[in-house]
């Protein structure tokens, strides 16, 4: 295989505790349907308006799970990137949120384990009236570089 360059995210030694990233998300009829595809999920609290109107939350809301997905793409994409793996998800849902909601979540790096190879995130979303909706605490694996040797980069080369 030849050797092409391939984004990686950020390695630990090239975080930060204090480094944030901040980012806005409208919750689409779109998202919702594809989630509701994907996972076969036919809770009518998460899309059938007449549904929601006659339960507490008076509207459909939005699944928890998709909530997660934005922070674990976001921390796939962003922060610490590329070739990061979550090994812990604490999630904590102050209220629900609605369809169509417009959220803003922070991360920040609150602490960097180097004996353990392990970065804690902190999240906090909040909706366009600034109320906080939810709060998570993510553990990751940042991204390794391995490196390879001239020998091994020949042999791979000339193996093809």
Same mark, same amino acid.
């Given at each position: 295989?030849?050797?092409? @360059?391939? %984004?990686? =995210?950020?390695?630990?030694?090239?975080?930060?505790?204090?480094?944030?990233?901040?980012?806005?998300?409208?919750?689409?009829?779109?998202?919702?349907?594809? #989630?509701? =595809?994907?996972?076969?999920?036919?809770?009518?609290?998460?899309?059938?308006?007449? #549904?929601?109107?006659?339960?507490?939350?008076?509207?459909?809301?939005?699944?928890?799970?998709?909530?997660?997905?934005?922070?674990? @793409?976001?921390? @796939?994409?962003?922060?610490? =990137?590329?070739?990061?793996?979550?090994?812990?998800?604490?999630?904590?849902?102050?209220?629900? &949120?609605?369809? #169509?909601?417009?959220?803003?979540?922070?991360?920040?790096?609150?602490?960097i384990?180097?004996m %353990?190879?392990? &970065?804690?995130? @902190?999240? %906090?979303?909040?909706n #366009?009236?600034?109320?906080?909706?939810?709060d998570?605490? &993510?553990?990751?694996?940042?991204?390794?570089?391995? %490196?390879?040797?001239?020998?091994?980069?020949? &042999?791979?080369i000339?193996?093809?």
């Amino acid at each position: 295989m030849l050797n092409y @360059s391939r %984004k990686i =995210g950020k390695t630990i030694d090239e975080l930060v505790e204090g480094q944030s990233i901040s980012l806005t998300e409208t919750i689409e009829d779109s998202q919702l349907l594809l #989630y509701l =595809g994907l996972t076969n999920d036919a809770n009518p609290l998460f899309i059938q308006h007449d #549904y929601g109107k006659e339960t507490e939350y008076e509207q459909p809301i939005v699944p928890t799970i998709m909530l997660m997905g934005i922070i674990s @793409s976001t921390i @796939s994409k962003h922060l610490p =990137g590329p070739g990061s793996n979550i090994v812990n998800f604490s999630f904590n849902l102050v209220q629900p &949120v609605y369809h #169509y909601e417009t959220l803003t979540f922070h991360f920040e790096v609150i602490k960097i384990d180097k004996m %353990k190879d392990v &970065v804690t995130i @902190s999240i %906090k979303a909040h909706n #366009y009236e600034d109320d906080r909706v939810l709060d998570s605490v &993510v553990m990751v694996h940042p991204p390794k570089l391995i %490196k390879t040797t001239q020998i091994e980069e020949e &042999v791979t080369i000339n193996n093809e």
